[in-house]
């Protein structure tokens, strides 16, 4: 008898371990700069993907009524080697089965060659927008749902010419970001007109950036395109700008567009420049998911995190299994036509529609729609600062 019940508690307990495993939480990785030169964006990004893993959990319909839980990891934005080892933590320590990142370009690239594709790894990048990222050695595990500067390049220009400014200043952070925006931006300018009287790198991290500015000043523009980072070198840039009086409004791209900039001694009111996004439907119902979770939906970068954050999701759904192949293998199944649209604030309908074999197109909050090389259309919003605050006047 005792025999008996000791093998009913045994089997018991060896139900309870195989239903346990059988929806154990999900781990996806979020590695994002949380320290480094865009680190006052990051925290809303991070949050953002995150509110599409928890809308997805708690529909109760992801694959049967699993959970995703997200693991952090700090990309640094700048430090290659950094970015690599705390990836391949999440990878081969945490047991992350996709990421939802990295951020800056360089360490992006890196991530997604040293560790991503070795690994069979998907990536869904909300920000790296370097041109050379659409043609890395990656074995296809990246995708970004933040379009190309090749074409924030061109747009960029276009709304610098039409504001009739054809004379400029350029300096961008010394990087793969900063060289690619910088080359695409100045083709695109030169090819309408515009002329440009100095291009220069600056370094990220230094104290003092009055010789940068002397330098740029000196080249007789009275206009300064600065494409670099809001915490850090673009801002000192503005800041010794300010400072001297060499510089009073500026052009800015993606990297340098967020609330922090607004408190740099002096103002900026009348910057303006150009950042991800749209004024889309879809745009909308994540202005309204995110307020609801206590989120500007409106921060940068923050409708493209919660996006790729809900292809994760829709692609295990699709797949049938949290796989890292699987998962690789359905992002563009569910991110492209055909299939029912869905967008944020849908992912329980989708799931659902997967589910029943059916099939989605999710274009989410910023029209995703991706190409072979993983890379969006996109569009892009063009933001002045009015009254001490970043305002959109136009979307591309």
Known sequence: MQNIFKKTLLAAAAASLIAGAAHADIKVGVILGFTGPIESLTP???????????EASNSGLLLGGESITSVRADSTCVDSSAATAAAERLVNSDNVVAIMGADCSGVTGAIAKNV?????????SPSATSPGLSNIEDNGVFFRTAPSDARQGVVLADVVMTRGIDTVAVTY?????????????ATSYRAAGGTITIEAAHEDGKADYSAEVGALSASGASELVVLGYVDQGGRGIIQASLDSGAFDRF????GMIGDSLLDVDGGIEGTFGTLP???????????????AAGLDGTAPYAAQSYDAGALLALAMQSAGSADRAGILAHISNVANAPGEIILPGELAKGLQILADGGQVNYEGATNVEFDANGDPAGS???QEVKNGAFTTIKVH
């Open 380 to 382: 892009y919003k063009e």
């Open 44 to 54: 809303t990004m991070a949050d953002s993907a995150e509110l599409a893993f928890t």
């Open 116 to 124: 991503g594709a070795p690994n069979g790894i998907a990536m869904i």
């Open 251 to 254: 052009i800015l791209a993606d």
């Open 277 to 291: 996004g749209s004024e889309s439907a879809g745009a909308a119902m994540f202005n309204d998911v995110a307020a």
């Open 173 to 185: 952070t010394n990087n793969d970001y900063g060289k690619g925006l910088a080359d695409a931006f």
